[in-house]
């Protein structure tokens, strides 16, 4: 059980917005930012988003996070098919001094 | 570019130890928290330590306190995680990762990672 619940599935068409949450608690989401990391299989996680909505350099603007209250979302716009990954939302938690992880979103695109 | 490296996965036996290496470049390692994170087999990533840029504060996940301890040496460039105590669902790929900063930016760039079986 993970400490951020994420739903285990999400589907678009290419073109189509998709979002993926993320819920957390006052001690993760709700006091801290939130990270989101893409994986692809047999590789290791990569940053996709940090600081909530602010995207590394590299990374496309179709994807963008925001956050409310103790609940954060990744959006992804114009998707496409090379997007079909797994996404994993993070914070770090006050309540255990440690980060914590949601149990990751398959995205398929249809 | 930064690279991270790790090595020292392997087969060990429940109750044995094992210590990870990561050897890190591309950037100054001394400037930097870093980050043992841990994927078991089918499973989301799980957050294991965390070490300030000069090594004075270590933060640990439940599961692994008391048991594992993570060292570096930046003389070296090099990560470390000693895990002892060894238990099967300690079973996992273990990457290392780069902190934005310290401790609490987030795991920035990470690894390939190495296998670690306990059977």
């Known amino acids: 059980q993970s400490v951020l619940t994420q739903p285990p599935s999400a589907s678009g068409t290419p073109g189509q917005r998709v979002t993926i949450s993320c819920s957390g608690s006052s001690s993760n989401i709700g006091s801290n930012y939130v990270y989101w990391y893409q994986q692809f299989p047999g590789t290791a996680p990569k940053l996709l988003i940090y600081?909530?909505?602010q995207r590394p350099s590299g990374v496309p603007d179709r994807f963008s996070g925001s956050k409310s209250g103790t609940s954060a979302s990744l959006a992804i716009s114009g998707l496409r098919s090379e997007d079909e990954a797994d996404y994993y939302c993070a914070a770090w938690d006050v309540s255990l001094t440690g980060w914590v992880f949601g149990g990751g979103t398959k995205l398929s695109v249809l | 570019q930064v690279q991270l490296v790790e090595s020292g996965g392997g087969v060990v036996q429940p109750g044995r130890s094992l210590r990870l290496s990561c050897a890190a470049s591309g950037f100054t390692f001394s400037n930097y928290g870093m980050h043992w994170v841990r994927q078991a087999p089918g499973k989301g990533p799980e957050w294991v330590a965390v070490i300030s840029y000069e090594g004075s504060d270590k933060y640990y996940a439940d599961s692994v306190k008391g048991r594992f301890d993570i060292s570096r040496d930046n003389s070296k460039n090099t990560l470390y995680l000693q895990m002892n105590s060894l238990r099967v669902d300690d079973t996992a790929v273990y990457y290392c990762a780069k902190d934005q900063a310290s401790l609490l930016n987030g795991m920035e760039v990470w690894g390939q990672g190495t296998t670690v079986t306990v059977s």
């Open positions: 600081r909530t909505n």
